[in-house]
């Protein structure tokens, strides 16, 4: 992790054998740099996982090999979860993960991936990018020595596997529901009796009836773990997580000595990352959903009732974290009115396109 | 416009002032280079041509302004229509364009951009980025010794500004629509007469009547031209634009010659475009679209008639465009299979989140 600078502050024209082109005088900084990325996922994720990779090339792709990112699973360095802190205190110099695994230490951080009944991915990098989004989320992330990028999103997720249907509230009543964060948080004023496990050991879980339901991600991460061979139903949406952004997190001290020119290639490679991973979700999915469905799934969307009473268990939990959190307050209150404003928008030409094209489809 | 490459393939170990870290020996590419970036737009389109200075500032910002891209607005070194042909023949080393505005040389460019009832932004980025959209576009484009790279997105755009209600598709007949490309094509089967009217032609010929209904973009664009002032009714969607991209286009010998690292770092900057381009979209459409609603324009959706008439008039256009042209057949199936795919996918997650998200803000 050594960073070494080479500065030709006074470079002697050099002619290039057989160029024959005069190189002009210029201050350089290509310093060779070897990182360490931490991700809080498994290889297996290999959209999420295989994002860093897509990262870490694209880092050295535009260095010359300069720029070095060594990229490591869950479990290699630190477990998933150990990512913010193994970051913050520079045992690797980049995390990759999801913010809303630490809104146990601060709600603050799930706005950075995703809140219930929260913004869709395209709106999410608009707040980021030409709303308040990266700026505020910086501010809050410096507290912890940490600087973000956002690198990708999954898409809004699927609301997960049911072994029974549930059709009313009084359905969720006592559920055993595997889920995290804000939406097990949201569901259990509901009822619902979150449930936290690693995602190795949902399968035999949903199996034996220890827990009723599980949620992962989408139909392409889903269908490679066979939850769809303990549980039947498959819910939709999973309105905790309308679009789950992934943040790549440095670590704000080695982010700040690096060469500005540095600092743009680990900007730019995160775009590239973020376009990577919704892409590739994007692209996945409609086979995974195909072959679940030709498999036996059964494809169920959570009722109207069930929507609203958790839309409105969400607000209740925003009002109550607010009054509790300054920083959660201030950043959510900006989302909060960024997302009306987009919503107000999105109704008229991207939703009654999509309305009509769904429509049409159907048809065949 | 001469390209000045130096490597240093062995490097003496120099000591910086004050650093005393030893600089490795390696080879090194990091050539001062300057190019020329002709755009079809105007800067008054400052978000579609504002991508430009984005993306030029992300190239010098990498190469420590090293690779220096001049950019220039249509009609500063070429029209907005000759930006093909300049880059073609290298007058220009990267053009900014929508393809589609060259359909009429081959409807094989509109793939690249939009075609009535295509793909929405983020199934347009999945095809180019893990479908075959990327490749399939550059194989074409190599015919006319191009490289492209996706820029960005506007969005659904609207259908326009009309100075009359339209309700059916008799009400089409003999309209004076100022609508370009593929969409002209597909409505003229329905009875409009499309005109070809440059963007700043567009106002008076709406005010004295000369035309009958105008398309351009969306409510950020159209506010700033006035349309609202000479046509009362706004229809949506655009159904012939589900998702505009923008194009970044390369001289193959000129990309070819740049060195692996600078391939790189254009290939990051599109995607830093494509990110921010989408992102100011839909980030400013809201309060655009607020204003004019607020100033008395009518906002109006396409009836199911007039929809369902033109998805017809498209499927045949497709026909008949794919019986005279191989290539165009070639990746228009390949993108009407991967959309039909996306579409399965879409309606579940995707579209019931919003569906619910639209409706609970309509409600307050």
């Known amino acids: 992790m050594t960073v070494e600078r080479r500065k030709f502050l006074k470079t002697a024209a050099l002619a290039g054998a057989g160029a024959g082109i005069a190189a002009p005088a210029i201050a350089q900084s290509s310093p060779k740099i070897q990182w360490r990325l931490a991700s809080s996922f498994p290889k297996s994720l290999d959209t999420i996982y295989g994002a860093v990779d897509i ?24 477990p998933g979860p150990g990512v913010l802190e193994a970051t913050q205190n ?12 630490f809104w146990g230490k601060d709600p603050t951080f799930a706005l950075g991936t995703a809140i219930p009944f929260g913004l869709n991915p395209r709106q999410q990098n608009a707040w980021f990018y030409n709303g308040d989004g990266n700026k505020l989320m910086d501010e809050f992330l410096k507290g912890y020595n940490l600087k973000g990028l956002p690198g990708g999103n999954t898409g809004t ?15 969720l009543k006592g559920l055993k529901f595997r889920i995290g964060g804000m939406g097990g948080a949201v569901l259990s004023k509901l009822g ?16 034996k009836g220890t827990i009723d339901a599980a949620e992962w991600v989408g139909p392409y991460d889903d269908l490679k773990l066979g939850f769809n061979k303990v549980a039947p139903y498959y819910y939709y949406p999973g309105f905790w997580e309308g679009g789950a952004n992934l943040h790549y997190i440095f670590n704000l001290e080695k982010y700040n000595q690096l060469p500005k020119n540095y600092q743009a290639i680990l900007d730019a490679a995160a775009s590239v990352s973020n376009i990577w991973m919704q892409s590739k979700y994007d692209a996945d999915n409609p086979a995974a959903l195909k072959s679940l469905v030709a498999n036996g799934t059964k494809l169920r969307p959570f009722s109207q009732e069930i929507l609203e009473a958790s839309y409105k ?3 209740e939990l925003y009002k109550e974290l607010s ?3 300054a920083n959660f307050k201030k950043i ?9 404003n987009e919503y107000l928008w999105w109704q008229v030409a991207e939703f009654t396109y999509d309305n009509f094209m769904v429509r049409q489809r159907a048809k065949g």
């Open 192 to 207: 619902v009796v979150p449930q936290s496990i690693p995602g190795g050991d949902i399968y035999p879980s949903l199996e």
């Open 323 to 325: 009054a509790k959190n």
């Open 157 to 171: 997720q699927m609301g997960g596997w049911f072994r029974k249907e549930i059709k009313t509230v009084a359905d």
């Open 90 to 101: 520079g045992t690797v110099e980049v995390g990759e993960t999801a913010l809303y695994y």
């Open 332 to 340: 959510y209150d900006n989302m909060h009115e960024f997302q009306n």
């Open 313 to 315: 268990a969400a607000q």
């Open 55 to 78: 990262f870490a090339k694209a880092v050295s792709d535009m260095t010359d090999g300069n720029f070095k990112i060594q990229t490591f699973a869950a479990g290699e360095i630190v």
